[in-house]
């Protein structure tokens, strides 16, 4: 939240957590312009090229060979609703199961065609950064893989089609932080203007939501098919993703990742504000829990930070409750969270939903960024010119190294990272990313401010069951 | 239900120290590469005028040219950043075409070179004479490359449209013909230099020369023989007549009373090469459609100059039967798009046989658009109100006149 400028980046080294060893801020500064980098600089320019040597897509040949995606990209999605998930799920046979395996199979690669498209008719320049080239790649990997892959007809074929989803779910999860750091270095180059940097961010993100539910529900029927072929589901099931959610309670588990988060800005836990929860307190309705912990995450860690910075270090009591109200209606369950950290400016409240920042703040944000802990970031990035080859990544979709973390029950996301990100790392894009989730599940949020007081958050959220002939994930193929 | 616990999660996701020194160390790189292209593009640039190019002349001496070495290599940095920069502005799809990106990558490889330039900035004659042979680098890369582009354009047509092609090309040949003009001159100022050629406070020690514009008329109408002799076995005569009334006469004063003797040179400043390059252009359309048509009468040439204010004309009239209004209309668009049979393109070029002199860019396509802004490229910067222009009227069924005005400076 920009309740204030962002600090400045030394300030930062304050805090006791120990900043990465990386000391030197340099792609924040101005010193790109002394004679050294420059000299350093010119070595490297041939990286500005397109067809980098890391790179299993980008070459020569990738123009012609891409032929073959613009007559993927003339083929129609086809829209999925609730209510189809719901009815699909609740009786499941092999047929069905191997059908759901095939709709995947070839849903997917035009689904990715359509956003790999739209990233080829983007600036070269707005594309060509280490994020989005990255993100392109992986698209375009995936696509090649899907579209080749032959027709399922066994519960065999289904296994081994899901090991790859399922991995590449995990491969997949550095494409959101890429994204996001991504819409970042636009704003760093001004190389979109604000509006269309928005939709396209939000075209990108709403179209991954999208094929994640895709996939992870079909790995949950499958699933749940080798489990329990014949348990009979309750009357309110509209897939194997959701589960019953009870708000008051995901809220205080919420809190307290958050709560830790900060310890290193206000050691003293105890005295952190209290989570007040009135109202509906026993409402439970159905949604994908990692989204829920995220939006609940963005929104408490915004008003935990504002309640700290504006009273911590002005009083030895209790610093100030948060209030969340919860309001049980028919279709939609309503959620207010109510501070007392200072409120928000009128001027800074109308720009909080974009991902446009300044140059300077988006470099701040970036460099923020780079050092989340436990945020994976690397990258097949290799310098022109540079001579340590050896660590060329593997880099085959189908063997990660990381494809042990499949045991667990619940795919681990970078949502997930994301929220218990200590406090440091303020990126200013909370917000907007937020909105994006609760709009694309046909929620909204709001924040109003009062200012010297504090701020009001309203988040709404769907109860997907009300909605289940609305063809959500058509919103955002 | 159980909730799984966030932050132990987190940390099995953890880079190691060092692969995240790594990463941010090639980031911090790649990123200050965009940061320089983008700072540079954004710079201001002096005007180019042909003002600036008498100026250099007349200032040079052995200390200015190690100041026009600086402000040569400055000025170059900028267009070849605000080249890149527009390259970046085309869809990425586009750019991964190879031989777009071909040229964008040779555009990569000057700036390197010119970066590497301005920080051994030549501070010695010898540091100089080193620099004319960067800049004569530089001439060379950037020489070949408009077929290459237009290959690549050609492939990309289905993915961009023709106005968006149009602006980019538009501003790219012009900022092109600068920067060659930009580092020629400087070449040219140091070979002058050191050459009895010399003379302090001059006007003319750089790319611009008093010219005999009869002798380069004729130098060029051989030239496009030579090629005309080899693709038809034929040749196209020129007759050349001048103004009668020299040098005054749109200063409206009165004009001289005698006319001029037969043999009295047309004298006027200009830059050779650009010169030559248009009048091959025109004389190819010119030519091929004598021969073509079958025609045996002589091209004619007018040639008009003024020294107060400097200006010249030239009428070039054939009679190859005009050009058709259908590619009238298109004569000085890019030919992407506008030419399904091949006819049309016999009035943009005379392809030119491999090996043969003239210019590459012949049978590309970009002959005819390509000389207007070689005519038009002084106009947006000489601040007057008649500037160079080139215009063309078509007699259908008998030939056609080309109109070309330039301006000199007084």
Same mark, same amino acid.
């Given at each position: 939240?920009?309740?204030?400028?962002?600090?400045?980046?030394?300030?930062?080294?304050?805090?006791?957590?120990?900043?990465?060893?990386?000391?030197?801020?340099?792609?924040?500064?101005?010193?790109?312009?002394?004679?050294?980098?420059?000299?350093?600089?010119?070595?490297?320019?041939?990286?500005?090229?397109?067809?980098?040597s890391?790179?299993?897509?980008?070459?020569?040949?990738?123009?012609?060979?891409?032929?073959?995606?613009?007559?993927?990209?003339?083929?129609?999605?086809?829209?999925?609703?609730? #209510?189809?998930?719901a009815?699909?799920?609740k009786v499941?046979?092999?047929?069905?199961?191997?059908?759901?395996?095939?709709?995947? #199979?070839?849903?997917?690669?035009? %689904?990715?065609?359509?956003?790999i498209?739209?990233?080829?008719?983007l600036?070269?320049?707005?594309?060509?950064?280490l994020? =989005?080239?990255?993100?392109?790649?992986?698209?375009? %990997?995936?696509?090649?893989?899907?579209?080749?892959?032959?027709?399922?007809?066994?519960?065999?074929?289904?296994?081994?089609?899901?090991?790859?989803?399922?991995?590449?779910?995990?491969?997949? @999860?550095?494409?959101?932080?890429?994204?996001?750091?991504?819409?970042l270095?636009?704003?760093?180059?001004?190389?979109?203007?604000? /509006?269309?940097?928005?939709?396209?961010?939000s075209?990108?993100?709403?179209?991954?939501?999208?094929?994640?539910?895709?996939?992870?529900?079909?790995?949950?029927?499958?699933?749940?098919?080798?489990?329990?072929?014949?348990?009979?589901?309750?009357?309110?099931?509209?897939?194997?993703?959701?589960?019953?959610?009870?708000?008051?309670e995901?809220?205080?588990?919420?809190?307290?990742?958050?709560?830790?988060?900060?310890?290193?800005?206000?050691?003293?836990?105890?005295? @952190?504000p209290?989570?007040?929860?009135?109202?509906?307190?026993?409402?439970?309705?159905?949604? @994908?829990?990692?989204?829920?912990?995220?939006?609940?995450?963005?929104?408490?860690?915004?008003?935990?930070?504002?309640?700290?910075?504006?009273?911590?270090?002005?009083?030895?009591?209790?610093?100030?409750a948060?209030?969340?109200?919860?309001?049980?209606?028919?279709?939609?369950?309503?959620?207010?969270?109510?501070?007392?950290?200072?409120?928000?400016?009128?001027?800074?409240?109308?720009?909080?939903?974009s991902?446009?920042?300044?140059p300077?703040?988006?470099?701040?944000?970036?460099?923020?960024?780079?050092?989340?802990p436990?945020?994976?970031?690397?990258? /097949?990035?290799?310098?022109?010119?540079?001579?340590?080859?050896?660590?060329?990544?593997?880099?085959?979709?189908?063997?990660?190294?990381?494809?042990?973390?499949?045991?667990?029950?619940?795919?681990?996301?970078?949502?997930?990272?994301?929220?218990?990100?200590?406090?440091?790392? #303020?990126?200013?894009?909370?917000?907007?990313?937020?909105?994006?989730?609760?709009?694309?599940w046909?929620?909204?949020?709001?924040? /109003?401010?009062?200012?010297?007081?504090g701020?009001?958050?309203?988040?709404t959220?769907?109860? =997907?069951?009300?909605?289940?002939?609305?063809?959500?994930?058509?919103?955002?193929? | 239900?159980a909730?799984?616990?966030?932050?132990?999660?987190?940390?099995?996701?953890q880079?190691?120290?060092?692969?995240?020194?790594?990463?941010?160390?090639?980031?911090?790189?790649?990123?200050?590469?965009?940061?320089?292209?983008?700072?540079?593009?954004?710079?201001?640039?002096?005007?180019?005028?042909?003002?600036?190019?008498? *100026?250099?002349?007349?200032?040079?001496?052995?200390?200015?040219?190690?100041?026009?070495?600086?402000?040569?290599?400055?000025?170059?940095?900028?267009?070849?950043?605000?080249?890149?920069?527009?390259?970046?502005?085309? $869809?990425?799809?586009?750019?991964?075409?190879?031989?777009?990106?071909?040229?964008?990558?040779?555009?990569?490889?000057?700036?390197?070179?010119?970066?590497?330039?301005?920080?051994?900035?030549?501070?010695?004659?010898?540091?100089?004479?080193?620099?004319?042979?960067?800049?004569?680098?530089?001439?060379?890369?950037?020489?070949?490359?408009? $077929?290459?582009?237009?290959?690549?354009?050609?492939?990309?047509?289905?993915?961009?449209?023709?106005?968006?092609?149009?602006?980019?090309? *538009?501003?790219?040949?012009?900022?092109?013909i600068?920067?060659r003009?930009?580092?020629?001159?400087?070449?040219?100022?140091?070979?002058?230099?050191?050459?009895?050629?010399?003379?302090?406070?001059?006007?003319?020690?750089?790319?611009?020369?008093?010219?005999?514009?009869?002798?380069?008329?004729?130098?060029?109408?051989?030239?496009?023989?030579?090629?005309?002799?080899?693709?038809?076995?034929?040749?196209?005569?020129?007759?050349?007549?001048?103004?009668?009334?020299?040098?005054?006469?749109?200063?409206?004063?009165? $004009?001289?009373?005698?006319?001029?003797?037969?043999?009295?040179?047309?004298?006027?400043p200009?830059?050779?090469?650009?010169?030559?390059?248009?009048?091959?252009?025109?004389?190819?359309?010119?030519?091929?459609?004598?021969?073509?048509?079958?025609?045996?009468?002589?091209v004619?040439?007018?040639?008009?100059?003024?020294?107060? $204010?400097?200006?010249?004309?030239?009428?070039?009239?054939?009679?190859?039967?005009g050009?058709?209004?259908?590619?009238?209309?298109?004569?000085f668009?890019?030919s992407f798009?506008?030419?399904?049979s091949?006819?049309?393109d016999?009035?943009?070029?005379?392809?030119?046989?491999?090996?043969?002199?003239?210019?590459?860019?012949?049978?590309?396509?970009?002959?005819?658009?390509?000389?207007?802004?070689?005519?038009?490229?002084?106009?947006?910067?000489?601040?007057?109100?008649?500037?160079?222009?080139?215009?063309?009227?078509?007699?259908?069924?008998?030939?056609?006149?080309?109109?070309?005005?330039?301006?000199?400076t007084?």
């Amino acid at each position: 939240m920009l309740r204030t400028p962002l600090r400045t980046l030394g300030s930062i080294r304050q805090y006791s957590t120990p900043v990465p060893s990386i000391s030197s801020f340099s792609y924040i500064d101005d010193d790109f312009l002394s004679a050294v980098s420059q000299r350093e600089i010119a070595k490297y320019l041939d990286s500005l090229g397109p067809f980098p040597s890391y790179s299993q897509i980008l070459n020569p040949q990738h123009f012609f060979q891409n032929e073959l995606l613009l007559k993927y990209v003339e083929k129609d999605p086809h829209p999925v609703s609730l #209510r189809q998930l719901a009815g699909y799920g609740k009786v499941l046979t092999k047929q069905k199961i191997v059908n759901s395996a095939n709709f995947v #199979r070839i849903e997917l690669p035009i %689904r990715l065609a359509i956003r790999i498209r739209d990233l080829q008719t983007l600036p070269f320049g707005v594309v060509n950064n280490l994020h =989005l080239a990255q993100v392109y790649e992986s698209y375009y %990997r995936l696509f090649n893989v899907l579209r080749r892959w032959p027709k399922i007809t066994t519960l065999d074929d289904n296994e081994a089609f899901c090991s790859v989803l399922s991995n590449l779910l995990t491969d997949h @999860m550095s494409n959101l932080p890429h994204l996001m750091m991504g819409a970042l270095e636009v704003s760093i180059l001004d190389s979109l203007n604000q /509006n269309d940097l928005d939709q396209f961010m939000s075209l990108m993100i709403r179209s991954r939501i999208s094929r994640r539910v895709i996939v992870e529900e079909h790995l949950s029927l499958t699933d749940n098919y080798k489990t329990a072929p014949y348990s009979s589901k309750p009357p309110d099931y509209i897939g194997g993703i959701f589960h019953p959610c009870n708000a008051a309670e995901h809220y205080r588990h919420v809190a307290e990742v958050v709560k830790a988060s900060l310890t290193d800005v206000y050691p003293d836990k105890e005295k @952190m504000p209290d989570l007040e929860i009135d109202g509906d307190l026993d409402t439970k309705f159905p949604f @994908m829990v990692p989204h829920l912990h995220y939006l609940f995450g963005e929104i408490l860690r915004n008003s935990y930070e504002a309640t700290i910075k504006t009273h911590g270090d002005k009083t030895s009591r209790k610093l100030p409750a948060i209030k969340i109200t919860i309001i049980n209606g028919k279709k939609q369950v309503i959620l207010r969270i109510s501070d007392r950290g200072g409120g928000l400016s009128h001027d800074k409240l109308s720009n909080i939903y974009s991902f446009g920042k300044s140059p300077q703040r988006a470099r701040e944000s970036l460099a923020k960024f780079h050092r989340i802990p436990g945020l994976r970031l690397q990258t /097949n990035f290799k310098l022109a010119g540079s001579e340590d080859d050896e660590s060329h990544q593997d880099a085959l979709l189908l063997h990660t190294s990381l494809g042990e973390q499949q045991q667990n029950d619940q795919k681990s996301s970078t949502l997930q990272t994301l929220i218990s990100r200590p406090h440091q790392y #303020r990126l200013g894009l909370g917000l907007p990313m937020s909105r994006i989730y609760a709009d694309y599940w046909n929620g909204d949020l709001q924040m /109003n401010s009062l200012e010297g007081y504090g701020c009001d958050t309203s988040l709404t959220l769907s109860k =997907l069951g009300f909605h289940s002939n609305t063809v959500l994930l058509d919103r955002a193929y | 239900m159980a909730f799984v616990p966030l932050l132990n999660r987190a940390c099995r996701f953890q880079l190691t120290s060092s692969q995240q020194e790594m990463f941010l160390k090639e980031y911090k790189i790649r990123s200050l590469l965009e940061r320089l292209v983008h700072h540079y593009a954004e710079k201001q640039l002096p005007q180019f005028s042909l003002r600036r190019l008498y *100026d250099q002349s007349t200032k040079l001496d052995h200390n200015y040219i190690l100041q026009n070495a600086r402000d040569t290599i400055e000025w170059l940095i900028i267009y070849n950043a605000r080249r890149l920069s527009d390259f970046r502005r085309l $869809p990425y799809l586009v750019i991964l075409n190879p031989s777009i990106s071909e040229c964008y990558s040779s555009y990569l490889h000057t700036m390197s070179s010119l970066i590497t330039a301005s920080l051994d900035a030549p501070t010695t004659a010898q540091d100089n004479e080193k620099f004319v042979e960067t800049l004569e680098d530089f001439i060379e890369v950037h020489a070949d490359t408009l $077929p290459v582009l237009s290959k690549g354009f050609t492939e990309v047509l289905h993915l961009i449209s023709q106005e968006q092609v149009t602006h980019f090309l *538009d501003n790219h040949l012009r900022e092109r013909i600068v920067m060659r003009l930009i580092a020629h001159q400087h070449v040219q100022l140091t070979k002058t230099l050191c050459s009895d050629e010399y003379v302090p406070g001059g006007k003319f020690n750089g790319v611009i020369r008093q010219l005999n514009i009869a002798d380069v008329i004729t130098k060029n109408a051989e030239l496009v023989n030579d090629i005309c002799l080899m693709k038809y076995d034929q040749s196209v005569p020129i007759t050349i007549d001048t103004n009668m009334y020299p040098p005054a006469f749109w200063s409206r004063q009165d $004009p001289h009373d005698s006319p001029r003797n037969k043999g009295d040179p047309n004298m006027f400043p200009y830059i050779e090469y650009h010169l030559d390059y248009i009048l091959m252009e025109i004389f190819k359309n010119s030519f091929r459609a004598h021969i073509e048509n079958g025609v045996s009468d002589p091209v004619q040439v007018t040639i008009l100059t003024s020294e107060s $204010p400097s200006y010249l004309e030239l009428r070039i009239r054939d009679k190859g039967k005009g050009i058709p209004p259908n590619i009238l209309s298109h004569i000085f668009d890019y030919s992407f798009s506008t030419y399904e049979s091949g006819e049309g393109d016999s009035y943009k070029t005379l392809n030119v046989p491999p090996g043969a002199a003239g210019n590459t860019v012949a049978g590309m396509g970009y002959g005819l658009p390509l000389l207007k802004n070689y005519v038009e490229i002084f106009n947006k910067t000489e601040g007057s109100k008649i500037m160079g222009l080139l215009t063309m009227q078509s007699y259908l069924g008998w030939g056609t006149d080309v109109y070309l005005k330039t301006v000199g400076t007084e």
